[in-house]
């Protein structure tokens, strides 16, 4: 294994017995009486010292950067090596079905694993439907659904309250609307943009929508676009989440994103067999 601390301390000590020399020839050379070489050889001789010593130095930063190479044997070894329970394993599965919302599989996968969920299952069934309500433009049947099963999630969280409100106001946009788009604005979250800037910022954008007639050339025309649906709908399905003490992301992805970070951290140091895509979780040789 090459070590950068050892071979640099080499060529340091190859340095200190050169400069030994060199020094020699300029000092007790002539006493012996051997000529002086004069200034310009003298400066010539130092000035081939340090370009080789710079070389030196440039080689070990060349075998430093040298990547160890592991070969497919060796990393699956490696891999054979960390043992990971079933149990935590089908904890990982459930709760991703749980979180995002797949109720029938979690429930099948709870009779085949005998893994238990840590929530109601009943519960997934209520909050997908307040998700598919919002997801359909039927805000306001959302609103009433997620009162239904926790009064104090808007109470609680005005931004949520908000941004429903506002998706409320895009869907009365959306269907041409207007006067009572205008008539919603004004009553219903223009006093809470007068409370808070942000929400402020965000009503006059959407209002904005009105100023144009074709849409595909508003500067804020991503308002209508389904995923402004989606991403209102996250929002709803994670605060019911918070509320019912579960995480409101699925810790699948977390790994995953962990993975490829821990990757690209390895990549500096070495080549070896890498999961480039996800789906497949191939391993695939390095290029060496």
């Known amino acids: 294994m090459f070590h950068r601390d050892k071979a640099l301390g080499v060529t340091l000590q190859w340095l200190r017995q050169a400069t030994r020399s060199l020094w020699k020839w300029y000092t007790i050379c002539p006493r012996q009486g051997i000529p ?17 010593v710079i070389s030196q130095l440039a080689e070990i930063e060349a075998m ?3 990547k160890k190479v592991i070969t497919r044997e060796e990393w699956e070894k490696k891999l054979n090596d960390v043992k990971i329970r079933k149990e935590d394993m089908n904890k990982l599965v459930m709760n991703f079905l749980v979180t995002e919302g797949y109720v029938e599989a979690a429930e099948k996968f709870r009779m085949e694993s005998g893994t238990e969920p840590d929530i109601d299952l009943a519960t997934i069934t209520d909050r997908m439907a307040v998700k598919k309500a919002v997801q359909s433009g039927n805000v306001e049947d959302a609103i009433e659904k ?15 309250f908000f941004h429903l409100q506002q998706q409320r106001l895009i869907e009365l946009i959306r269907n041409g609307k207007v006067e009572e788009a205008l008539e919603f604005a004004q009553e219903e979250l223009a006093p809470r943009g007068e409370e808070n800037q942000s929400f402020l910022e965000e009503l006059e954008r ?8 074709d849409v595909s050339n508003c500067p804020v025309g991503e308002l209508l676009d389904i995923s402004q649906r989606l991403k209102t709908a996250s929002e709803v399905n994670a605060a019911i989440l918070t509320s019912q003490s579960h995480e409101k992301d699925p810790k699948l992805p977390s790994l995953l994103k962990m993975l490829l970070w821990a990757q690209n951290q390895l ?7 890498r999961i480039n895509d996800l789906s497949t979780a191939i391993l695939e ?4």
């Open 64 to 66: 430093a950067a040298s």
């Open 267 to 273: 990549d500096e140091k070495a080549a070896y067999p």
């Open 146 to 160: 997620v009162n239904d099963l926790n009064p104090e999630i808007l109470d609680t969280n005005p931004q949520l």
């Open 36 to 52: 002086d070489p004069g200034p310009n050889i003298k400066m010539r001789a130092l000035m081939s010292l340090f370009w080789l």
């Open 285 to 288: 040789d390095p290029a060496v």
């Open 206 to 213: 959407t209002v904005a929508l009105l100023a144009f007639e």
